[in-house]
């Protein structure tokens, strides 16, 4: 039986992911921190589509050997699930500067963004190969070129996302099985905790999209074979800016948020 797991599947971004792929015909597998709240995204699926098989895991990505726990709980309950589609979502944000997080905030970062992403593909991808087929998508960011104040960590982990994908995706080639990244910049989710007008101002000024439309825009990209993309020509030109943004427009930027939202 083919299944899509998802993780970071529980809310946000990763939640329209579940139902998109669920509404795809995909038996799903959702992964997030807590299980209550994947119960509750699988309660929820489950009264749109009830012939889907839906497996509910709740588990600390974090944890060094959270991807293998994940990986031999599949096998044992679902030993005939073949998972075909594999969307490395999951991710945090600390919107600091690097010297005042926390050990554990840096590791978390690294080992959910970095480690996790590595270790589920290299579990996950033999069988695609065996089977000559199969998709994943990792998730990086607009911020992997943007090695900025307050989301250093955040950057420097999406820019492993997107340089192992793409060198993934070259090793794949003729495989059957598809890599692929999508690099978007702001999505409306928890990840920002912006009020409703700011929100809808950022949306309104195409800054920001909805989980909505950057999951349809992802997983189109996906099932066609296509590499990454960076949708919005907003976003395009910021891209393009962020490489040749002087150093010190780049600190007098720091030092005006610092004073302003009082980040440190």
């Known amino acids: ?111 959910i963004h970095n480690h996790t992403t590595a270790m589920l593909c290299h579990y996950f991808l033999p069988a695609m190969l065996e089977n000559k087929c199969g998709y994943i998508l990792n998730i990086s960011s607009l911020a992997a070129v943007f090695p900025y104040p307050f989301i250093s960590m955040y950057a420097a982990t999406k820019s492993f996302t997107k340089v192992f994908t793409r060198a993934l995706r070259t090793e794949l080639k003729g495989t059957g099985v598809v890599a692929s990244s999508v690099y978007f910049g702001a999505v409306s989710t928890p990840l920002y905790n912006l009020s409703d007008n700011l929100r809808k101002l950022a949306i309104n000024l195409g800054v920001m999209i909805t989980p909505q439309k950057a999951v349809r825009i992802a997983l189109k990209m996906l099932f066609k074979g296509r590499s990454g993309k960076t949708p919005g020509l907003v976003n395009k030109f910021a891209a393009l800016l962020a490489k040749v943004l002087p150093h010190t427009l780049i600190s007098w930027i720091d030092k005006f948020v610092t004073k302003k939202w009082n980040f440190d």
């Not at 209550?36 to 749109?48: H, L």
């Not at 075909?84 to 991710?91: D, E, I, R, T």
């Open 1 to 111: 039986m083919d299944y899509a797991l998802i993780t970071g599947g529980s809310s946000g971004m990763g939640l329209e992911y579940v139902r998109q792929l669920a509404a795809r015909g995909y038996n799903l597998i959702i992964v997030a921190l807590f299980q209550n709240e994947t119960d509750a995204a699988k309660e929820m699926v489950s009264q749109e589509f009830p012939h889907l098989d839906i497996l509910s895991v709740g588990m600390d990505l974090s944890e060094a050997d959270a991807p293998l726990r994940l990986y031999q709980r599949i096998r044992n309950e679902r030993p005939d699930a073949f998972v075909k589609v594999l969307v490395n979502n999951a991710g945090v944000l600390y919107p600091k500067h690097f010297k005042s997080m926390t050990e554990s905030q840096v590791s978390r970062i690294m080992m």
